[in-house]
């Protein structure tokens, strides 16, 4: 875990996207289309469970100019945070 940024606590989420059960390439193309209806500074909770996630998503939010707020464990998932640039 010490290889993955870790999400502060008290993170206000704007929008909440369920990828549960969701294999790459779907938690992403999820991601990219519902941060999308978001405004600038808006806060997106992406849930999963695909462990490809951890890789994609924060190297995708960089290269598109978003902030990647670090990631939690949860019980049977992982909840990441992306910021909209």
């Not at 929008?15 to 806060?43: F, H, N, W």
């Not at 849930?47 to 670090?70: C, K």
């Amino acid at each position: 875990m010490s290889d993955f940024k870790v999400a502060e606590e008290g993170i206000n989420v704007d929008a909440t996207l369920d990828a549960k059960g969701l294999s790459c390439p779907m938690p992403l193309l999820r991601t990219k289309k519902e941060i999308g209806k978001l405004d600038s500074g808006q806060v997106l909770q992406i849930d999963g469970t695909d462990p490809g996630s951890r890789n994609d998503l924060p190297g995708w939010a960089t290269r598109a100019g978003h902030d990647y707020l670090g990631e939690k464990e949860m019980s049977g998932y992982i909840s990441f945070f992306v910021k909209k640039g």
